[in-house]
């Protein structure tokens, strides 16, 4: 063995000489204060990598450099009230720019109980602890019923009295379950499914996917571990006298600390209980502010429940005592805020292995442990390369298939403290961590009731006083729990190593500009609105593109600033466009510098660009279209005739119209008149319009005009023409008439009747007797009597609009 260690330790330090003398690239800048340390971890964290105490940074080793670290670090975790103290030792070295591995052991742990009653494993069948008017025994348990190899009474949890549990080694299958509380001469094995005369045993049964059944031993969820009993009653017979106890205050579920799940002792102590290998892996440019990358690592345990000797080491609180160990991997990211603060964060998830003991009938699972997601959250100020104040948060949480756990706490982590690195590679740190979320007195519901009720069953043959309900309810913290008082912690680190020489500073030699070309040095700006160029020679393009030349010695990356004093630049770089919109006539400059990183330390170069006003302007005639549209038939004597100008382009204008015939009654003045046709039967109106307000000088055309006919007067017509007839005929007539009046609106009816009085009297009370009888509009007729002897006669006469009246 000790062979093998000195051949790991000369292996280890000749790769270190070997990655040590290969040539550096990316090296870490002088003027930069923040240096790199690896990380302490515990607590759920995995120490070795570079990072803070407990949260990895965006920063790995670059190739070559390494670090041995040790530390010391006390944290507090839930339930139990146990106080951890870990001393872990880690070595990291980097392989490439961007590949760190890393190395870490726990040399030595001491475990300390404060709170024994909280936790399961102190009431395996190999532990005792002092019990209230008991002394020093084995605790009150609630155990998954045992099982014999007949028909037991009683399946399910069971209540375990005090001092019940015979002292029984570990494995602890085939031992004795002792008598539960059964007085001298009555024997708990019938209960259970045993030969009369014989106490139950102690079993072990698989339990599916997760972890094994321990009829006797363990709780009723599976698993080694019983649930707890925190207070008892007393039960009395019928005299008065005790007759065993009942519990009031108890969980069916196991209670145990993940860190250390099997610890039965008050203080506990072990070394090199733990081992882990891993790997940093930075996925960002080593020079980018902005980081990101994973984490890697195994984990094994030197002990496991798989003999007599490893589950002594569990008990002691060693390790959870995983059988193949756990695997996790934890994203990390970066931010450079500023030169003096740095933002970092990690989420991680690891996945935990089931603790597995060996034992007769098989391999069984003690425990399925849960994996964990952790959360983490850092920052850190670099305030010079010496001092580094650091502040964390971090959570950890219990997730997937496990054995449930009555009291779990997914702990929370707050640390503050600082480094001081005495030189680059070497240095020491101290911080104050404190537990979050403690089960105190405060992390239980006050507001809620709880009640539990307990069946005491009548044993075999017994018929008096049995059986018996025990009910009992608590608010807020549970009879016999013992809260947590101590959420306070610390951490020590010292580490020392190995870092690359930074890169001095480098005199920069400054950017200089050769050439400035410009594709105008002068701009004519174009004429007012409404005038051109004659010779065509201006325009109002402003814009001028502008080509610089510059060079760099040391070829770092330029970039252009140009300053000018009117307009704007478009575009970024060496060719860009300055645009001069709006720009009065005059001269303007443009100054052109380049900066590579320093500012504008070079050579700079102006230009200069004259606007002046186009000086051979001269008019632009737009003459617009013109048109007079007039109505498209004959109009009417007297009514209204229209005449519209159509003026399209050029300038606004005035209107002046004249006719030749008649008057216009509306519209001078604008583009649309209206000429009064009254007396113009037959004749012809035509309307002339002349625009003004155009340029005389671009010979426009400015006249326009459109005829339009009047009809002539029309004249009354002869509809229908009768002597005596029958009513009837009579009626049709009238319906005849009525339909060229409904035909014609604006026209009038005139019926002319001849005859004597009495005739015309009777032809019109026919007619009238007609109109009534199809309720026809009398006002469209008018009557007109003509006195003769010639006999009867009716004429019907359609007077147009616009037409002279008939006379008889």
Not at 36 to 57: I, N, R
Not at 163 to 178: D, E, M
Not at 487 to 495: A, K, L, T, V
Not at 680 to 691: D, F, M, S, Y
């Amino acid at each position: 063995m000790k062979l093998a260690n000195k051949a790991y330790i000369v292996t280890l330090l000749m790769l270190t000489f070997v990655f040590t003398a290969t040539a550096q690239k990316n090296l870490r800048p002088a003027s930069d204060p923040r240096n790199t340390s690896p990380t302490v971890g515990t607590g759920g964290a995995v120490g070795g990598p570079t990072g803070l105490f407990t949260v990895y940074d965006g920063e790995t080793l670059r190739k070559g450099e390494y670090t041995f670290s040790a530390a010391f670090s006390n944290y507090d975790r839930d339930p139990g009230d146990v106080d951890f103290s870990s001393l872990p030792l880690s070595f990291q070295i980097g392989v490439t720019d961007y590949v760190e591995l890393f190395f870490e052991t726990e040399a030595m742990r001491g475990v300390k109980v404060n709170a024994r009653r909280n936790l399961s494993s102190n009431y395996l069948p190999n532990s005792q602890l002092f019990v209230s008017g008991f002394g020093v025994t084995s605790p009150p348990a609630i155990v998954m019923a045992p099982r014999g190899p007949g028909n037991p009474l009683i399946q399910g949890a069971v209540f375990r009295p005090t001092g019940n549990q015979p002292f029984t080694p570990y494995p602890y299958i085939g031992g004795s379950a002792g008598t539960y509380g059964l007085l001298p001469g009555f024997f708990s094995g019938p209960q259970f499914g045993y030969p009369a005369g014989t106490n139950a045993l102690l079993s072990v049964t698989a339990g599916g996917n997760g972890a094994s059944n321990f009829p006797g031993i363990g709780s009723v969820y599976g698993g080694i571990l019983p649930g707890l009993v925190l207070a008892t009653t007393p039960l009395l017979n019928q005299a008065g006298a005790p007759a065993g106890q009942a519990p009031t205050s108890f969980t069916l579920a196991a209670s145990y600390n993940p860190d250390a799940p099997f610890i039965n002792r008050g203080y506990g102590e072990s070394a090199f209980n733990a081992f882990t290998v891993g790997g940093k892996w930075r996925w960002t440019n080593v020079n980018n502010p902005i980081s990101a990358g994973v984490v890697a690592y195994y984990r094994w345990y030197a002990d496991n429940a798989s003999d007599a000797a490893g589950f002594n080491q569990l008990q002691r609180g060693a390790s959870p005592g995983g059988n193949i160990g756990d695997i996790g991997v934890t994203m990390f990211g970066g931010a450079r805020l500023a030169k003096w603060a740095n933002l970092s964060a990690n989420v991680g998830f690891m996945y935990a292995s089931d603790v597995k003991g060996d034992m007769a009938g098989g391999t069984f699972t003690l425990l399925d442990r849960g994996n964990e997601l952790t959360g983490s959250i850092g920052v850190d100020f670099p305030v010079n390369k010496y001092f580094q104040p650091i502040v964390e948060f971090r959570s950890l949480s219990y997730v997937g298939g496990r054995t449930p756990n009555a009291f779990e706490n997914n702990p929370m982590d707050a640390i503050f403290g600082a480094k001081i690195h005495v030189t680059r590679y070497a240095g020491f740190g101290a911080a104050y961590r404190y537990h979050v979320n403690q089960q105190d007195r405060g992390s239980f519901n006050n507001d809620v009731t709880y009640t539990n009720t307990v069946a005491i069953p009548c044993r075999a043959g017994q018929t008096v006083g049995c059986p018996q309900t025990v009910t009992s309810s608590f608010r807020g913290v549970p009879q016999g729990f013992q809260v947590s008082s101590d959420p306070h912690g610390f951490i020590f680190q010292g580490w020392i190593g190995r870092r690359n020489k930074r890169a001095e500073a480098v005199v920069n030699q400054v950017a200089n500009v050769n050439s400035v070309t410009l594709s105008n040095s002068t701009i004519t700006i174009g004429c007012p609105p409404g005038f051109r160029s004659r010779s065509g020679a201006c325009n109002d393009n402003r814009t001028i593109g502008v080509a610089t030349s510059a060079s760099d010695p040391e070829n770092d990356v330029l970039t252009y600033n140009y300053t000018v004093s009117g307009g704007r630049i478009v575009g970024s770089g060496a060719n860009v466009d300055w645009d001069l919109s709006g720009a009065q006539p005059g001269t303007y400059t443009i100054t052109t510098a380049v900066n590579d990183g320093c500012g504008v330390c070079g050579k700079t170069d102006t230009r200069t660009v004259t606007i002046k006003a186009c000086d051979d302007c001269v008019k632009i005639c737009d003459c617009p279209t013109l048109s007079v549209d007039g109505p498209s038939g004959v109009t009417n004597p007297g009514s209204p005739m229209s005449f519209t100008a159509n003026v399209s382009g050029g300038a606004d204008v005035t209107y002046n119209w004249t006719v030749s015939e008649g008057t216009i009654s509306s519209g001078q003045g604008t583009s649309a008149i209206t000429v009064d046709t009254t007396g113009l039967a037959g004749r012809t109106v035509t309307a002339t319009v002349n625009i003004g307000g155009l340029d005389p000088n671009c010979n426009c055309v400015t006249s326009d005009s459109e005829s339009a006919p009047v009809a002539t007067k029309p004249e009354a017509e002869l509809v229908d023409e009768f002597q005596k007839q029958v009513d009837d005929e009579v009626k049709a007539r009238v319906d005849n008439f009525y339909i060229r009046l409904n035909n014609d609106p604006n026209a009038q009816g005139y019926i002319i009747n001849y005859g004597t009085a009495a005739e015309i009297k009777k032809r019109r009370a026919q007619i009238m007797k007609a109109i009534n009888f199809r309720k026809y509009d009398v006002s469209r007729v008018t009557f007109v009597d003509s006195i003769s002897d010639g006999g009867v006669n009716t004429k019907f006469y359609l007077v147009p609009s616009g037409a002279d009246n008939p006379m008889p």
